[in-house]
C-alpha cells in the first residue's frame, strides 16, 4: 500500500526530518511505501507529484505549520503534529489505511480524518509558529553576519565604512531589520492566505519601529489576518469588479486598518509593556537573574521543540534583535544545549540501561546538543518521558542559572559551540562553558541514576 505524507516543523531544522524518517521507516516495516515531502528550512524536499498523489492511497500531514493542501483535494487525509508522527508512526499508518476505503469523497473536497486521541495544533499556535519559522532564518542568518564582521572588524566595525567586517555587519543588520515584520507578515499569511502578507507585514515594520518589538508583532499579524478574511466575509462587491479584491480592495483596506489600530491602539500600550519588561530585566543581577536563568533553562528542555521551548527562544532571539549582547539569549543557548548533550553521556555512563538502538541514537545527540538542535532528545524522552523530561530539565536550568549568575552574554541566537571561537560573540566565555558542562553533568547522572535497566 502506497501512502504520501507532508512534514514541517517551524525551525525546519529537526522535528521535519525525524517525522519523515519515522514515518519511512516505520512504513518499511509495515511492508507499506511512503513518499515523504519535507518543507524545512532549505525549502520542499522531495517534493510530491501527481503520479504519486494518483497512486497514494492517503495523505499523512504532520507539520506544526500552515500548509498548502489544496492539491489533496478528493483524498482522505490525517493532520498530526511533528510529534505524534515521531511518537507513533506506525499508528498513523493504521489509521491511513483503515480510512482510505471509507474516507475518500466523491467530491472534489479534501475528506481529513482526525487522529484518534490528542489532535492537531491547530488555531492560534499553529499560525504563531508558522510566523516564527519564517523568521528565524532572519534571526539566525543576521546574528550570524553580524558576529563575523565583529571577528573581522573588532568590536568598533561599524565605524569602518565600506570594509569587508562593516559589510557584512550590515547585512546582519538589515536581516535583523526585516525579522519583526516578517514575524507578522507570516503569522496573518497562515490565518488568512496571501492576501494577509501585506497588512501583517507593514503591521510588524510599524511595531518594529514605535518600540513595541516582537510582541508589537505578533499582535499585529494576528489582527492583520482576521481583519482580511472579515473583509473577504463582509465585504461584496458586483461580479464585474471582483477583480479589484485581491489587487486593490484587500490590500489598501486591510493595510489603513493596521496602520490605525498601530498608532492608536496596539502600539502605545505594546510599547509601555516592552519599556516595562526591558528596565525589569536591565534592574536584574545576582540572584534574580540566576533565577530568570533557571526558569528559561527549564522552559527550553520542557518540551524539546514546542511551544514552551520556543516561546522561550524567541524571547532570547528578541533580545538579540539590536545587534547587541545578550545574556538572555545566552542562557537560552545554553540550557537548549543540555538535554541531547545530557542524554548522550548517559548512554556511555549507563550502558546497561539502554538499548542497543538508544545507544547509536545517543551518539548523534552528541552533534545535536553542540549544534544547540534540542529536538535531539524528543526520542528519549517520547520512550521514557517520566524519567527524562525530569532529567533534563534540571540539567538545563541550572545550565540557564550558571550563565546568567555570572553575566554571560551572546550576540547571536543559534550555532552552538561552533560559534563560541569567533572572537566578540561570547563574553564571560569561561563560566559560559562551565554553565554546559555542568548541566550536561547533572542531567546525565540524574537520569542514569534513574532511569530502570533494559529487561532482557
Given at each position: 500500500?502506497?501512502?504520501?505524507?507532508?512534514?514541517?516543523?517551524?525551525?525546519?531544522?529537526?522535528?521535519?526530518?525525524?517525522?519523515?524518517e519515522?514515518?519511512?521507516?516505520?512504513?518499511?516495516?509495515?511492508?507499506?511505501?511512503?513518499?515523504?515531502?519535507t518543507?524545512?528550512?532549505?525549502?520542499?524536499?522531495?517534493?510530491?507529484?501527481?503520479?504519486?498523489?494518483?497512486?497514494?492511497?492517503?495523505?499523512?500531514?504532520?507539520?506544526?505549520?500552515?500548509?498548502?493542501?489544496?492539491?489533496?483535494?478528493?483524498?482522505?487525509?490525517?493532520?498530526?503534529?511533528?510529534?505524534?508522527a515521531?511518537?507513533d508512526?506506525?499508528?498513523?499508518?493504521?489509521?491511513?489505511?483503515?480510512?482510505?476505503?471509507?474516507?475518500?469523497s466523491?467530491?472534489?473536497?479534501?475528506?481529513?480524518?482526525k487522529?484518534?486521541?490528542?489532535?492537531?495544533?491547530?488555531?492560534?499556535?499553529?499560525?504563531?509558529?508558522?510566523?516564527?519559522?519564517?523568521?528565524?532564518?532572519?534571526?539566525?542568518?543576521?546574528?550570524?553576519?553580524?558576529?563575523?564582521g565583529?571577528?573581522?572588524?573588532?568590536?568598533?566595525?561599524?565605524?569602518?565604512?565600506?570594509?569587508?567586517g562593516e559589510?557584512?555587519?550590515?547585512?546582519?543588520?538589515?536581516?535583523?531589520?526585516?525579522?519583526?515584520?516578517?514575524?507578522?507578515?507570516?503569522?496573518?499569511?497562515?490565518?488568512?492566505?496571501?492576501?494577509?502578507?501585506?497588512?501583517?507585514?507593514?503591521?510588524?515594520?510599524?511595531?518594529?519601529?514605535?518600540?513595541?518589538?516582537?510582541?508589537?508583532?505578533?499582535?499585529?499579524?494576528?489582527?492583520?489576518?482576521?481583519?482580511?478574511?472579515?473583509?473577504?466575509?463582509y465585504?461584496?462587491?458586483?461580479?464585474?469588479?471582483?477583480?479589484?479584491?485581491?489587487?486593490?480592495?484587500?490590500?489598501?483596506l486591510?493595510?489603513?486598518?493596521?496602520g490605525?489600530?498601530?498608532?492608536?491602539?496596539?502600539?502605545k500600550?505594546?510599547?509601555?509593556?516592552?519599556?516595562?519588561?526591558a528596565?525589569?530585566l536591565?534592574?536584574?543581577?545576582?540572584?534574580?537573574?540566576?533565577?530568570?536563568?533557571i526558569?528559561?533553562?527549564?522552559?527550553?528542555?520542557?518540551?524539546?521543540?514546542?511551544?514552551?521551548?520556543?516561546?522561550?527562544?524567541?524571547?532570547?532571539?528578541?533580545?538579540?534583535?539590536?545587534?547587541?549582547?545578550?545574556?538572555?539569549?545566552?542562557?537560552?543557548?545554553?540550557?537548549?544545549?543540555?538535554?541531547?548533550?545530557?542524554?548522550?553521556?548517559?548512554?556511555?555512563?549507563?550502558?546497561?540501561?539502554?538499548?542497543?538502538?538508544?545507544?547509536?541514537?545517543?551518539?548523534?545527540?552528541?552533534?545535536?546538543?553542540?549544534?544547540?538542535?534540542?529536538?535531539?532528545?524528543?526520542?528519549?524522552?517520547?520512550?521514557?518521558?517520566l524519567?527524562?523530561?525530569?532529567?533534563?530539565?534540571?540539567?538545563?536550568?541550572?545550565?540557564?542559572?550558571?550563565?546568567?549568575?555570572?553575566?554571560?552574554?551572546?550576540?547571536?541566537?543559534?550555532?552552538?559551540?561552533?560559534?563560541?571561537?569567533i572572537?566578540?560573540?561570547?563574553?564571560?566565555?569561561?563560566?559560559?562553558?562551565?554553565?554546559?558542562?555542568?548541566?550536561?553533568?547533572?542531567?546525565?547522572?540524574?537520569?542514569?541514576?534513574i532511569?530502570?535497566?533494559?529487561e532482557?
Open positions: 500500500m502506497k501512502f504520501v505524507a507532508i512534514t514541517s516543523c517551524p525551525t525546519g531544522i529537526a522535528h521535519t526530518y525525524m517525522a519523515a519515522a514515518l519511512q521507516v516505520a512504513a518499511k516495516e509495515m511492508g507499506h511505501e511512503i513518499k515523504v515531502e518543507q524545512g528550512s532549505v525549502g520542499a524536499e522531495n517534493v510530491l507529484t501527481q503520479d504519486d498523489l494518483a497512486q497514494a492511497k492517503a495523505v499523512i500531514i504532520a507539520a506544526d505549520t500552515s500548509i498548502d493542501k489544496s492539491r489533496f483535494a478528493g483524498m482522505a487525509m490525517i493532520e498530526v503534529s511533528t510529534k505524534d515521531i511518537k508512526a506506525k499508528g498513523l499508518l493504521t489509521r491511513a489505511a483503515n480510512a482510505q476505503a471509507s474516507s475518500i466523491p467530491s472534489n473536497e479534501v475528506s481529513q480524518v487522529p484518534q486521541g490528542k489532535e492537531s495544533k491547530t488555531g492560534v499556535y499553529k499560525h504563531l509558529m508558522t510566523g516564527v519559522s519564517f523568521m528565524i532564518p532572519f534571526v539566525v542568518a543576521g546574528g550570524l553576519l553580524i558576529a563575523l565583529f571577528a573581522i572588524g573588532g568590536i568598533y566595525v561599524f565605524k569602518v565604512p565600506g570594509s569587508l559589510t557584512l555587519f550590515s547585512a546582519g543588520k538589515a536581516a535583523f531589520a526585516l525579522m519583526i515584520p516578517i514575524l507578522g507578515a507570516y503569522i496573518s499569511f497562515s490565518i488568512a492566505d496571501r492576501p494577509g502578507i501585506v497588512p501583517g507585514m507593514i503591521g510588524g515594520y510599524i511595531a518594529a519601529n514605535n518600540g513595541s518589538g516582537f510582541l508589537g508583532a505578533m499582535v499585529a499579524g494576528f489582527a492583520a489576518g482576521y481583519i482580511v478574511l472579515g473583509i473577504k466575509k465585504v461584496k462587491l458586483p461580479k464585474s469588479l471582483q477583480g479589484l479584491m485581491p489587487v486593490l480592495i484587500i490590500p489598501v486591510s493595510t489603513a486598518i493596521m490605525l489600530l498601530m498608532v492608536y491602539v496596539i502600539g500600550p505594546m510599547t509601555l509593556f516592552n519599556t516595562t519588561l528596565a525589569w536591565t534592574s536584574l543581577s545576582g540572584t534574580n537573574a540566576a533565577l530568570l536563568g526558569i528559561l533553562g527549564a522552559m527550553m528542555a520542557f518540551d524539546m521543540g514546542g511551544p514552551v521551548n520556543k516561546a522561550a527562544y524567541t524571547f532570547g532571539a528578541a533580545t538579540v534583535a539590536s545587534g547587541k549582547p545578550s545574556a538572555i539569549m545566552a542562557a537560552v543557548m545554553i540550557a537548549g544545549m543540555v538535554p541531547p548533550l545530557g542524554i548522550a553521556l548517559s548512554t556511555v555512563i549507563a550502558k546497561k540501561k539502554y538499548t542497543l538502538e538508544e545507544r547509536e541514537a545517543g551518539k548523534a545527540n552528541w552533534a545535536l546538543g553542540l549544534s544547540f538542535i534540542t529536538e535531539g532528545a524528543i526520542p528519549f524522552a517520547a520512550a521514557d518521558p524519567r527524562v523530561i525530569p532529567s533534563i530539565m534540571v540539567g538545563s536550568a541550572l545550565a540557564g542559572g550558571i550563565s546568567m549568575a555570572f553575566g554571560s552574554t551572546i550576540i547571536v541566537p543559534h550555532g552552538g559551540i561552533w560559534v563560541l571561537a572572537p566578540h560573540v561570547v563574553i564571560n566565555l569561561v563560566p559560559y562553558i562551565v554553565a554546559l558542562v555542568a548541566g550536561t553533568l547533572v542531567s546525565a547522572l540524574i537520569l542514569s541514576a532511569k530502570k535497566p533494559v532482557k
